[in-house]
């Protein structure tokens, strides 16, 4: 059960309450279901993971996931900020008994009395101490089981001559495989072990992923000969590419803009009172950011790359209207020298003349990214940062501007200052645009006819643009995610996860390949065996085929994994895992039909899947399948059942016992935990006529089958149920490429409306990106008027006219 709670909400005070409720429901819950809540965490939360193989062949699956789960987990979790470490693959070793029931029912023991045996066999016991000596000792009596002939010499029951029998008189005891729910498979090369690190919500992935490669460097030296760790996914290094890349592309901003200062003020001191309010804007940026708790990420990065250039802006223009008016005393006194008081005089009314102008430029620059804040959810985080360290860049440039910029001026503007015209590069730029100006000024008619026009023009284009939530973000590695009808065994997954990693890695671009089919051990998984992820390392750009981009690799992997049953989807991991936190959906487009009867839900399902494979640009569409369940009911008699002293219970605890196998305990083997299992043998529970046939031995003793006391027969059912917000629900998954979004789910709301007859009941409702770009416009809609609204004002403020004010504004629409 996923709860989702608004933006905002403190995440401890979030978990209190579930407790709460869960606590309330626990006592309606049916014997033996327990609920617990999930890790402070979530799917987004998933770091680093790593595959355990072995390259001696000397250890099996089971030994590697006993070394993951008793070892490399517990290490692991020591690390600060890292909330939980679950396990995938491998196998979980068992201790199995299956028990003859032709034998239990010659030595006249039943089910029950087998688990009470069992469990009465396999526990400690204090005798709390002892003084001997005028030393203490504790007393204790163990009897954890620890190997298969512990498990043998359990005795079931004394005979009447005194001859006990024991459980290898009615059992085969063996070790093997727990039923597995998930299973992890490296570059096509045969099933793994693993592990996933996932980070505390909030922390500072970075740190913990460098703390926790630390750590299996150091665990190396205590792993069985053989047994490597290979790591599968490392977030880290998207995050160290980002930056490095965004910090180089910083440097190259701030010399470009140092020598635009230069070329365009011909004046060294000069163009150094601007340059030098970048770091010093750059600084109070920092500063703010540190207090608030925010890191140092693309998108904060981001912010501060788009407000580099507009940093400078209001020193060039003060330093500019300096220049101009040092020029004008200069002709206002040919031959004089300007001393210190009066040159101050002159900077200081110079600053004051456009200082006022200046602030309130940057101020609405600022504003400008009000409707930012307002973003809720996925965008709101995504861009939250951008406009915070944006606004806090900008904001220390508006003061900077009033403040530092002018005693800066007053020190560094000495000797002489070049006249505007003395400047080639302003002299060729006069030149150019001198003559167009007065071209436009002779025809202003006209000037603003054509400007009008030009707005028109762009109307049509502009109504076919299509729309994305985010743009195409490039993390350096992929997430493979197909969907395929459900029902497949763990043998059949096993099989087609490893034909997919293979096909994979054919790829020459590809670097590794780690497949998990189902889930792992973690409440921030809950996929069905049927689910397939497939994280696919790539190689570095520079070893790519010439020409090869992350698209045209996608497109060939595409082609290359071709198989009956799946629909293919290429997803980039952490978009995906935020895109499935925030709507449930793994595709970029998902359609989530909703009802009352599960059969209308999935006739609507699929005619709409049918639907959407033939809208331009969707390469693939897959619904859920309801129906389509295969089950066996046994149907109890009551009142057959009742003639042999059994009640509806003891026939439910046989079949959950000898048929789904019970868990009566597990073994204490130093710090690892292995589970008990007893069921009967496969030859008993293969088939509807072997489950009629199976012996049952009443509380009288009486020998029956189960077909005495119930009728079992082969029924269809719902695959599973998925429900939200209370109401049974199906979702379509459609993956787009070659179009826009908007455009893509245009088309098929069109082609549903008109193919597509929805069942009484049943609804039809958009979800995936598509719902997250329509919640974000919703709110730009509103918050982009009250923006330009307040820019307005600010506007108005400034100047104290509406006509000029209202002039300005018009520049917009260009």
Not at 57 to 69: A, I, P, V
Not at 124 to 148: C, D, H, P
Not at 542 to 566: A, S, Y
Request: charged share 20%.
């Amino acid at each position: 059960v996923y709860v989702i709670f608004e933006d905002g909400t403190d995440l401890y005070w979030a978990r209190s309450r579930v407790l709460e409720y869960l606590n309330q429901v626990q006592g309606k819950l049916p014997a033996g279901v327990s609920s617990e809540i999930g890790p402070d965490a979530t799917g987004v939360g998933w770091i680093f993971e790593y595959a355990l193989v072995d390259r001696s062949g000397k250890h099996d699956l089971s030994e590697l996931r006993s070394l993951q789960d008793w070892f490399l987990k517990f290490e692991l979790k020591t690390i600060p900020n890292v909330a939980e470490v679950a396990s995938v693959g491998g196998v979980v070793k068992q201790y199995q008994i299956q028990l003859d029931p032709v034998k239990l029912t010659q030595y006249g023991i039943s089910l029950p009395e087998v688990k009470q045996a069992l469990s009465s066999s396999n526990q400690e016991a204090g005798g709390s101490s002892v003084e001997i000596a005028e030393s203490e000792y504790m007393v204790r009596a163990s009897g954890y089981l620890q190997t298969i002939d512990d498990f043998k010499n359990i005795v079931l029951k004394t005979g009447e001559n005194g001859v006990p029998v024991y459980l290898r008189d009615v059992a085969r005891i063996q070790m093997g495989p727990e039923m597995r729910r998930g299973i992890a498979e490296l570059n096509g090369q045969g099933e793994v072990a693993g592990g996933v690190v996932i980070l505390r919500s909030g922390k500072n992935a970075r740190e913990v992923i460098t703390a926790v490669r630390d750590k299996l460097d150091t665990l190396k030296a205590s792993l069985p000969e053989g047994v490597e760790i290979v790591t599968t996914y490392d977030r880290s290094q998207l995050i160290d590419r980002a930056i490095d890349n965004l910090s180089y592309k910083l440097l190259e901003e701030f010399i470009v803009v140092a020598v635009v200062c230069a070329l365009f003020l011909w004046h060294v001191r000069s163009a150094l009172v601007a340059i030098i309010s970048l770091p010093l804007g750059l600084c109070i940026a920092f500063i703010v950011m540190h207090f608030q708790g925010l890191n140092a990420n693309i998108m904060s990065l981001g912010g501060i790359a788009i407000a580099v250039g507009a940093m400078v802006d209001a020193a060039i223009v003060m330093i500019e209207n300096a220049h101009k008016r040092l020029e004008e005393w200069d002709h206002q006194h040919p031959g004089e020298q300007i001393d210190n008081a009066t040159r101050w005089k002159v900077i200081t009314d110079a600053s004051v003349e456009v200082g006022p102008a200046l602030f309130i430029s940057l101020l609405i620059i600022t504003l400008s990214f009000i409707p930012i804040f307002t973003l809720e959810g996925q965008e709101g985080r995504l861009f939250g940062p951008l406009a915070f360290t944006k606004t806090y860049s900008m904001a220390g440039a508006a003061i900077l501007a009033i403040i530092v910029i002018p005693i800066l001026m007053g020190f560094w503007i000495r000797g002489k200052i070049p006249a505007e015209t003395s400047n080639p590069l302003n002299r060729l730029l006069i030149k150019a645009y001198h003559p167009l100006l007065l071209r436009v000024l002779h025809w202003p008619k006209t000037t603003l006819l054509v400007a009008a026009l030009s707005i028109f023009t762009v109307i049509w284009p502009l109504s076919q643009v299509g729309g994305e939530f985010l743009p195409k973000i490039n993390e350096g590695d992929l997430l493979y995610m197909p969907s395929t009808l459900p029902g497949v065994s763990p043998g059949e997954a096993a099989s087609l996860l490893q034909t997919t990693d293979k096909l994979i890695k054919t790829v020459p671009e590809v670097a590794s390949v780690f497949g998990k089919t189902g889930k792992a051990e973690t409440a921030t998984d809950s996929a069905p065996l049927e689910m397939m992820e497939t994280t696919i390392q790539l190689k570095p750009e520079d070893q790519w085929r010439p020409g090869m981009t992350i698209d045209k690799i996608i497109e060939e992997l595409d082609r290359t994994v071709r198989l009956p049953g799946l629909a293919n989807l290429w997803v980039p991991p952490i978009r995906n895992r935020i895109d499935m936190l925030s709507t449930g959906i793994k595709s970029p487009i998902g359609i989530k039909v909703s009802g009352t009867v599960l059969s209308d839900i999935d006739v609507t399902a699929q005619s709409i899947e049918a639907v959407a494979k033939t809208v331009p640009g969707v390469v693939s569409a897959l619904a859920e399948r309801l129906e389509g369940g295969r089950y066996i009911d046994v149907d109890i008699n009551r009142e057959k059942a009742s003639r042999y002293g059994m009640t509806v219970g003891d026939v439910q605890l046989f079949v959950s016992s000898a048929i789904g196998g019970a868990m009566v305990g597990e073994t204490v083997e130093g710090v690892a935990r292995y589970p008990i299992n007893i069921r009967y043998p496969q030859d008993y529970r293969n088939s509807p006529q072997a489950l009629r046939e199976m012996p049952i031995l009443t509380p009288m003793k009486q020998q029956i089958t189960l077909g005495d006391v119930a009728d079992i027969k082969v029924v269809s059912g719902p695959t599973m149920l998925k429900t939200e917000n209370a109401r049974p629900a199906s979702w379509i998954y459609v993956d787009a490429r070659g179009r826009d979004m908007v455009s893509v789910v245009n088309d098929i709301k069109t082609a549903i409306s008109e193919k597509v007859k929805l069942r009484p009941g049943t609804s039809v409702a958009f979800s995936g990106q598509f719902e997250l770009l329509e919640h974000a416009n919703k709110k730009l809609k509103l918050m982009v008027p009250m923006t330009v609204m307040i820019i307005f004002i600010l506007l108005y403020l400034a100047f104290r006219r509406v006509d000029e004010a209202l002039l300005i504004l018009m520049s917009l629409p260009f």
